[in-house]
């Protein structure tokens, strides 16, 4: 850009004699400053989120187009989903709807008071609408959380104690999970379990299992020392990672409230607890029946296992782990020894009843959420204030 032009009044200063040897810092840059400074982003990080999905599109395609075929024969496979025992997929329908139930039960007891606008009728619109979300949006159910917290929002609930009852929800969830994974893997790899036994199939998943309940059971006690651990990373850290050491921070108080909230729950025998157990157990109760409408059905701690192997593919940036879920669990049963072609009728005949039950219902809670919210507008609360002692 050229320079402005002096104003007529304006006494034009002499530059200095030796202007041409004065050294100028600010605008003599090496080589690979100037390269550095002029650099644009990166192509992967401005299309990161695009990138990820569409590799992990491409690798659920070329499991199903490449993979699949040359073990099973997926087009004379594919037919054979039409001959399905329609009763014993009626009855996975029926189990898929227990399974739901289970989750709305854990929902409310979790968040229902005597004075909180939290009943059975916005348990079923916020569960539904939240799996809904999970099924469609990627990440590892991210998309069931924000939807779940914007609608606990709308119910008027402090942030607070909807962050302390989200904690709380998620670890009743996946302390079943985890003990599921670590029960079945090490019965199978010690023989209590009838079943093949690979070491990275059993034994492996049973160990970080019983890593991560130990870690999470540790902050009841050590919430202190790894908050301030992470906040000193956070201190020496700069640019995105001290943000990131800043949030984990967070966590260990978190989640230390939310296993209070759990405990609190188990000493006084809370009875929707039991909707955590039904959740699970009557979601891979759809995947057994799957099996027996188009076969013998491997044991239960095979099934059990290669259950919760495949639900890691949610974590894939697929629209409900689509495509992950299925190769994971496919793979899973074929190196515990089950028929693939067996394995790939009776998953997609789960994945089918698991996906599309909830999606539809799902979608019509989260319409009426919306019209709800319009409507009637939670009353405004007044700002949290700690309490110091």
């Known amino acids: 850009m050229p320079d402005a032009a002096?104003?007529?009044?304006?006494?034009p200063t002499p530059?200095?004699?030796?202007?041409s040897q004065s050294p100028r810092p600010s605008v003599r840059r090496t080589g690979r400053d100037a390269a550095s400074a002029d650099r644009s982003?990166?192509?992967w990080r401005q299309h990161r989120r695009a990138l990820s999905t569409a590799f992990g599109a491409l690798v659920a395609i070329a499991f199903f187009y490449y993979l699949v075929p040359r073990l099973v024969g997926l087009g004379?496979?594919?037919?054979?989903?039409?001959?399905g025992d329609i009763w014993w997929l009626a009855l996975g329908v029926l189990f898929?709807?227990?399974?739901?139930?289970?989750?709305?039960v854990l929902f409310r007891g979790v968040f229902g008071r005597p004075k909180s606008r939290i009943g059975w009728q916005a348990s079923y619109r916020i569960t539904?609408?939240?799996t809904a979300a999970t099924k469609i949006v990627a990440t590892a159910g991210a998309g069931g959380i924000a939807l779940t917290v914007w609608a606990l929002h709308g119910y008027g609930l402090p942030g607070a104690e909807i962050a302390n009852g989200m904690v709380c929800f998620e670890v009743l969830t996946y302390a079943v999970y985890m003990a599921a994974i670590a029960l079945a893997g090490y019965g199978l790899?010690?023989?209590v379990f009838s079943g093949r036994a690979p070491v990275a199939l059993t034994l492996v998943p049973a160990v970080m299992a019983t890593a991560v309940?130990?870690?999470v059971l540790s902050m009841l006690l050590a919430d202190g020392p790894a908050e301030r651990f992470l906040k000193g990373r956070a201190e020496r850290s700069r640019g995105r990672a001290a943000g990131w050491w800043r949030r984990a921070a967070a966590l260990p108080r978190s989640i230390r409230a939310g296993l209070m909230a759990a405990i609190d729950m188990i000493k006084r025998r809370d009875r929707s607890l039991l909707g955590a157990l039904a959740d699970w157990g009557f979601d891979i109760a759809v995947l057994w029946v799957s099996f027996r409408a188009f076969g013998p059905s491997p044991p239960g701690a095979v099934i059990v296992m290669s259950y919760y192997l495949g639900t890691l593919g949610n974590a894939l940036p697929l629209p409900g782990g689509i495509g992950g879920v299925e190769a994971g669990m496919i793979g899973a049963f074929v190196a515990f020894g089950v028929s693939a072609r067996l394995a790939v009728l009776a998953v997609l005949a789960y994945r089918t009843i698991s996906y599309w039950l909830p999606t539809i219902p799902g979608a019509v809670a989260y319409w009426r959420l919306v019209r709800q919210f319009k409507e009637s507008p939670p009353p405004r609360r007044a700002p949290e204030v700690a309490n110091h002692p």
Do not use: D, H, V, Y
């Not at 002096?6 to 006494?11: E, I, S």
């Not at 004379?76 to 001959?83: A, S």
């Not at 898929?96 to 709305?104: M, P, R, W, Y």
């Open 96 to 104: 898929e709807a227990i399974s739901l139930f289970g989750g709305i």
């Open 189 to 191: 790899w010690l023989g």
């Open 15 to 19: 530059a200095p004699a030796n202007a």
């Open 128 to 130: 539904m609408a939240g």
């Open 76 to 83: 004379p496979t594919l037919k054979l989903l039409r001959r």
């Open 213 to 215: 309940i130990l870690i």
């Open 41 to 43: 982003p990166s192509f």
């Open 6 to 11: 002096p104003t007529p009044n304006a006494t």
